[in-house]
């Protein structure tokens, strides 16, 4: 299985994305500065958490117009799957791949620490893996993780199986307590937590790699 990581200017979970992504396929991703054009044929595109840009103007709003961002709309439209944590989330809201945004935390801190997610909708392509575990624990490390979207929105997310985890214990107001959500064709998923902070007994957990595993598994 091919897969690459997106590394922006500040980015600083670029490389545990490419640990775990090793790890579960065995084989090393492409690092893909974002000043890049092009994104090569992967069955994999990951955009990693980090502060990119430092989160200058709104986090995630410079690196959406990153040149490279082009190329991984045009995938992800077409079908390849995109999966962004933290700052990757926030990215993809703000490119327009997945609806709403993420707004300061409600109680206006930074965030940190490990969050146990309820498996909200087992049957999607990045949860399939999981399909027998109703809850995960991954760290959270944000301070505008506060899911937000009108009230439309978040009935029709809810109602066609679009929110792939939620909060057992919500720590930032997230609406609807969402932690994750997959867009229209369910290829691409946007994450607060980061499963790839935990893919070792090292580094206190082993479900970032349950994660990594399955959705390789159901890549095929």
């Given amino acids: 299985m091919k897969s690459c990581v997106i590394v922006f200017p500040a980015s600083n979970c670029d490389r545990d ?6 790890q579960a396929t065995g084989t090393a991703p492409d690092m893909l500065w974002h000043g890049e054009t092009d994104v ?19 986090s995630g ?6 040149p490279i961002m082009q190329d991984v709309v045009k995938k992800a439209e077409a079908g390849v799957p995109v999966l962004g944590i933290c700052n990757g989330f926030q990215i993809l809201t703000e490119t327009g791949l997945l609806p709403g945004a993420l707004m300061r935390n409600a109680g206006l801190e930074f965030v940190c620490g490990m969050q146990m997610l309820q498996v909200a909708n087992p049957e999607s392509l990045f949860t399939r893996g999981i399909s027998n ?19 439309e929105t978040l009935n029709r997310l809810e109602g066609e199986g679009h929110v792939a ?6 720590p930032n107001g ?19 937590p980061h499963p790839e902070r935990v893919v070792s007994p090292v580094l206190g957990g082993e479900d ?8 390789v598994e159901a890549l095929g």
């Fill in 174 to 192: 997230s609406a609807r307590n969402i932690a994750g959500i997959t867009n229209n064709k369910s290829n691409v998923l946007g994450l607060m």
């Fill in 208 to 215: 970032g790699a349950t994660f990594f595993k399955g959705l």
């Fill in 133 to 151: 575990r109703p809850y995960v624990e991954f760290p959270i490390a944000h301070h505008d993780g506060n899911y937000t979207a009108d009230e």
């Fill in 40 to 58: 090569p044929d992967a069955d994999l595109i990951v955009l990693p958490g980090g502060f990119s840009y430092g989160d200058y103007l709104r």
């Fill in 165 to 170: 985890f939620r909060y057992v214990a919500n």
């Fill in 61 to 66: 709003a410079m690196a959406g117009h990153s």
């Fill in 17 to 22: 994305a490419a640990v775990a992504l090793e």
